[in-house]
């Protein structure tokens, strides 16, 4: 909310600087976002007397006027023609330059001497209207500058109130919280006016249907009013608070909603049909023109003032356009009420409508201002838009809302602050934010609650207030016991943090994925009602399709080699289930370069074998024991030859492989992107977490190669199962260490190269031994798979 | 014959002087101590001096092959340092070119901090609890004293999946399910992702918070500052200044702000700071009671605080990253400074 410096003013004193203020006001929790000072940079403009007027003599819509500044008298020739002798203006003297760019000097119009010119609100920049020179109020300080005179500096905090203090949105509560703070006495302005003869009684009456709804309903009358502009001040104060300005009555309305926190609103009374008001609710379907001129759809809870035939504005939120207080408008009725919170909100969602006044309604008013606000309206109008007031106001309160007592303990509040408090201090906090309290037993009070403090109906809240108004930093910091808890991360979170170090460690750089989306490959996805973009509006049921957009943004900026991983979850929906299943994915991508570009690294590009290998580091990482690859060519985003299941224990986990070139043609990408995706809930399943060592031989290894040509279709696991299967106890490993084509080898073929390791751990072995084992083994393969060695 | 030895002596280590490759120490060595060496030629002449000579001129002749031999290792040793200078010399690198990187990894800046918080509050005995980010309204908003059309809604702009499900706007709806399922004394933090349907240099639809919960039968508000002021001590140093200030939220009663010394001016005021010195860093407070009644806990016994950080928040101010989009557009440019 924004609160003027000088509107505070005039409710509590204030000794302290804005800044200053602005701190202990943050303090006692109403948070200053901002204070920014208004400056109006006039300098040489100040108050002057129009002591003659008289026409000039060779123009004739121009004036020839005297204007006094008290010592002196300048003569000044004006075109406007709202001004009589004796108005105070504004006068801009020689040496002045105007916000609008005009510099001041003396000069001579169609003859006549101009020693300044008398200026308007808008001239100024301190206003909107321009239809005549400003007319400042009688009795000003002649000759003072103009700045000053009118108060025009001003400082404007804005504040962030919570949803709790809707008595804080308005001045008159601020001032009240800084005469709390500060120790001064807040004052509430004298409300005095003279009423006439005619009682209200007999000119209007109020009905209301829905006491739930409108607990309380209040309305005053005032006739022959004049329309037209409120006085400067006000205007500008309403500025201030972010108000626009429109006329002198409906001005009133919102400068006594800014200054008590309480809504009003005011009707053109001749425009009600039968002269009455009734509360009730609309019926469904029922369609109503606000004061926007929207058409707003009508529902049967949406509360409205009637007249005695039609609705004349939606209740509490905004009134109608066939009722509007406008230009021709002579008698008025203010309505200052109480309406239900709760129900105010919801017709405000479902309208999508919400108004200063609904915004303060849904937080609860001062139900017990009602009629203090209305009087101060009824005061304001009659000031400043003349008319007559009817005797007494119209105040049905079929509901009354009854003070609440609360009681409080101070042990208590002790004990939940950890402070050790006495009961005096205590009651002094409350009974500076005016509160009436009184002593029930040695521990308790009892506490009275005043009607604008609606938020306060706990015991809890009483505490709170104390702990407030002592300060949060003299409650004394201390340490509390802390248990010893056994573990604090579950295994999961373990094999997390594990899978991310290993997958830093080979050079994947972890990425934050928004868990929003729009693909949707699988059919049970869970999506958002009310998404703030399209491409977000549904949540990921796979990470690969972000991967692929963190790719394509730094390919954009030229970022080409990369690797790059998440851990994170997905969504799918399960039937007859509120919430969807929530899996946790680990995902990778590699592109690019193996090493980067460097000056002492081959520029290969990395292929399927790296993301392979890495997976196979990741699995023997976080003991993974049990992993196969299964070729498969059934991946719809995968090419088909280079692509892989991935199983653990003979349980599916993810798959790896290269992305299809037409997937990659939707993100505008090119590159041989590699991916895989595990379901990292099942990993943490089939980890192996009590692993033992194998021993270690004491006894030399010997090593014997064996290359074979087969044909392309046979794969190394083939071969490699094969040895496996025919070799005795003896052979401890086998490796490839060459896989060749090209001169030497059919076309058609290749050669696949394999070192076996001879090992046992029980004695040396002798070469000879080792001959006769491996020329056996090979033998045998050659006859198994059908391969030929190559020499 | 001694002074023929002293001759030989002095010649051979005049040659030593001026030999300057291993090769003509080699040579030296054979001329003067060699099967045929000048010296060995001395000694084998012993045979023909007198008896009572032999032992005085042979011990004589010993101790200049001795010291010969000593003579020339020394200057072998002496040649071959030389040579290895020499070599070191002609071998040297340019050892300014850049070492061969096998480029490295790095974890995302959200979960470094996210694990920096989680490491000090384990350390303070914490344990770490999860919850679904697709959430019910009740645990999001109803069972934390946020009824259906209550104004605080207004500080969440909510993600709705159905009128009843919708992505969870904070950490917190995690006090509620560790409450139903455990009973006092409890001591969580639950890290995790939130979401609100906002989008500027300051919000992005998904961003991560630390949810903090105590619970027990005499947990206090000083309590609650305690804890914190540890924490923010551990994360930006003890000699950060902590400030308490009211606030509001629906499910903590008091409420607090906690603001801490700007880390950009040290508490001068800055841009950061929005001049004011304090920056804006958890939110806080002691339980409601509405809070525990709803969990079934009697708030009569039991107390407790609550607390959350936002994660972004706390990386931005540690990093000095002034844009809170930079974490989730995961330019490598950025990833790879951490
Ligand atoms: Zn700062």
Same mark, same amino acid.
């Given at each position: 909310m924004k609160v003027s410096f000088n509107w505070l003013r005039e409710y509590v004193d204030i000794d302290l600087a804005p800044d200053e203020l602005g701190e202990d006001l943050t303090m006692a929790?109403?948070?200053?976002?901002s204070i920014s000072k208004v400056d109006t940079?006039?300098?040489?403009?100040v108050v002057g007397k129009i002591v003659s007027l008289k026409p000039h003599p060779n123009a004739d819509k121009l004036s020839l006027c005297q204007v006094s500044t008290g010592g002196h008298l300048y003569s000044v020739v004006c075109g406007a023609a709202n001004m009589i002798s004796g108005d105070y203006v504004a006068l801009a003297l020689e040496g002045a330059l105007l916000p609008n760019g005009v510099k001041i000097k003396n000069t001579k119009i169609r003859g006549e001497l101009s020693q300044g010119m008398m200026c308007s609100e808008e001239e100024l920049k301190i206003g909107r209207d321009s239809q005549g020179i400003l007319i400042l109020q009688d #009795? /000003?300080? /002649? #000759?003072?500058?103009i700045a000053s005179a009118l108060n025009l500096e001003d400082y404007i905090f804005e504040i962030n109130i919570t949803p709790n203090r809707p008595d804080c949105l308005s001045i008159i509560g601020i001032a009240r919280e800084i005469a709390s703070i500060t120790g001064k006495i807040l004052k509430i302005p004298k409300i005095e006016f003279r009423e006439g003869n005619e009682k209200i009684d007999k000119l209007t009456s109020v009905e209301i249907h829905d006491p739930e709804l409108c607990p309380r309903y209040s309305a005053s009358l005032i006739t022959d009013v004049t329309i037209g502009l409120s006085p400067f001040w006000m205007r500008r104060r309403l500025e201030s608070a972010g108000i626009r300005p429109i006329s002198n009555v409906v001005d009133v309305t919102n400068y006594v909603l800014m200054e008590f926190g309480q809504p009003l609103h005011a009707f053109d009374f001749d425009l009600l049909s039968e002269r009455r008001i009734v509360v009730q609710r609309a019926d469904d379907g029922d369609i109503f023109t606000s004061l926007d001129g929207m058409e707003r759809p009508l529902f049967s809870d949406t509360l409205m003032i009637c007249d005695g035939e039609k609705p004349v504005a939606i209740g509490g939120i905004m009134g109608g356009l066939n009722s509007e207080v406008s230009e021709d408008t002579s008698n008025v009725l203010i309505e200052s009420a109480y309406f239900n919170p709760t129900n105010i909100r919801k017709t405000s969602k479902k309208l999508g409508l919400q108004t200063e006044a609904s915004y303060r309604f849904e937080r609860g008013v001062d139900y017990g201002g009602v009629i203090r606000t209305l009087n101060r309206a009824t005061q304001l109008v009659l000031d400043f838009c003349g008319g007559k007031a009817a005797k007494g106001v119209v105040d049905q309160y079929p509901s009354p809302i009854f003070p609440k007592e609360i009681s409080l303990s101070i042990n208590k509040t002790n004990k939940i602050l950890g402070t050790s408090l006495k009961k005096g201090k205590v009651k002094r906090h409350l009974k500076g934010i005016e509160l009436d309290v009184k002593d029930l037993d040695r521990d308790k009070v009892i506490v009275k609650i005043p009607s604008f403090r609606m938020d306060l109906h706990r015991e809890i809240d009483l505490i709170e207030e104390v702990a407030r108004l002592d300060g949060y930093n003299n409650i004394p910091t201390t340490t509390p016991v802390v248990r010893v808890n056994t573990a604090g991360k579950n295994p999961a979170q373990v094999l997390q943090d594990s899978a991310k170090d290993i997958l830093a460690s080979m050079g994947y750089l972890s990425v934050a994925l928004l868990n929003l989306n729009v693909e949707h490959p699988y059919k049970r996805f869970v999506s958002i009602k009310?998404?703030?973009r399209e491409d977000q509006s549904i949540m990921r049921t796979t990470l690969i399709p972000g991967l692929l957009n963190t790719m394509k943004t730094n390919v954009y900026n030229k970022n080409l080699n990369l690797k790059l991983f998440e851990l994170g979850t997905v969504f799918y929906s399960v039937e007859h289930e509120k919430l969807p299943k929530e899996k946790k994915m680990l995902s990778a991508l590699a592109t690019g370069l193996r090493y980067g570009e460097s000056w002492s690294f081959p520029g290969e590009g990395i292929d399927f074998y790296d993301i392979k290998g890495s997976l196979e580091n990741l699995f023997e990482g976080l003991n993974i024991m049990n992993f196969s690859f299964l070729p498969t060519p059934d991946i719809p985003y995968l090419h088909p030859g280079k692509s892989s299941i991935i199983m653990v224990d003979n349980t599916e986990i993810g798959t790896v492989g290269e992305v299809r070139s037409a997937v990659l043609e939707g993100y505008e990408l090119s590159n041989n992107i590699y991916i895989f995706e595990l379901d990292f809930d099942l990993m943490v399943k089939h980890t192996f977490s009590d692993k033992k060592i194998k021993p270690l031989s004491k006894y030399p290894p010997i090593y014997r190669d064996i290359a074979l040509i087969v044909d392309e279709s046979v794969q190394f696991k083939d071969i490699y199962n094969a040895i496996n299967k025919l070799s005795n106890k003896l052979v401890d490993n086998i490796q490839v260490f060459d896989v060749y084509r090209g001169i030497s080898v059919a076309h058609g073929k290749k050669s696949l190269a394999y070192r076996i390791k001879y090992q046992s751990y029980e004695r040396t072995l002798t070469d000879k031994e080792v001959n006769n084992i491996h020329e056996k083994l090979v033998s045998n393969l050659v006859e198994k798979v059908g391969a030929r060695i190559r020499e | 014959m001694k002074e023929e030895l002293e001759r030989l002596f002095a010649e051979a280590l005049a040659k030593l002087k001026s030999a300057v490759e291993e090769r003509q120490v080699a040579e030296i060595k054979t001329e003067f101590l060699g099967k045929k060496g000048k010296i060995t030629a001395l000694l084998r002449g012993l045979v023909n001096i007198s008896q009572e000579q032999r032992p005085v001129m042979g011990r004589l002749t010993n101790e200049v092959k001795v010291s010969l031999e000593e003579k020339i290792k020394e200057s072998l040793a002496g040649i071959r340092e030389r040579k290895r200078k020499e070599d070191l010399l002609h071998e040297s690198l340019d050892i300014t070119l850049p070492g061969r990187r096998v480029p490295i990894g790095r974890k995302h800046p959200i979960t470094e901090v996210c694990n920096e918080i989680i490491g000090i509050f384990l350390g303070l005995g914490f344990q770490i609890s999860e919850g679904p980010e697709v959430e019910l309204d009740y645990y999001n908003f109803e069972a934390l004293n946020i009824p259906k059309d209550h104004p605080a809604r207004d500080m969440h702009d909510t993600f709705y999946i159905s009128d009843e499900v919708l992505l969870r706007t904070h950490t917190s709806p995690v006090q509620i399910r560790v409450m139903e399922k455990q009973s006092p004394p409890i001591q969580i933090i639950a890290p995790g992702k939130a979401f609100r349907c906002d989008s500027d240099v300051s919000h992005t639809p998904m961003f991560h918070q630390v949810e903090g919960l105590m619970v027990g039968n005499n947990i206090t508000f000083g309590d609650l500052k305690g804890i914190l002021t540890i924490f923010v001590h551990q994360m930006f140093g003890d000699k950060t200044r902590l400030r308490f200030r009211p606030s509001f939220f629906?499910?903590?009663?008091p409420s607090a702000e906690v603001d801490m010394q700007c880390v950009i001016c040290r508490g001068k005021g800055c841009r950061v700071c929005s001049f004011s010195g304090w920056l804006e860093i958890l939110g806080s407070g002691m339980v409601d009671p509405e809070v525990f009644k709803i969990v079934g806990y009697n708030p009569n016994e039991i107390t407790g605080f609550a607390f959350g950080l936002g994660i972004e928040r706390v990386a931005m101010l540690k990093y000095g990253i002034n844009d809170i989009r930079m974490f989730f557009e995961n330019d490598m440019r950025f990833l790879g400074q951490f």
């Open positions: 929790g109403f948070e200053v976002e940079n006039l300098n040489n403009v #009795g /000003l300080e /002649l #000759g003072k500058d009310n998404p703030l | 629906p499910f903590t009663e």
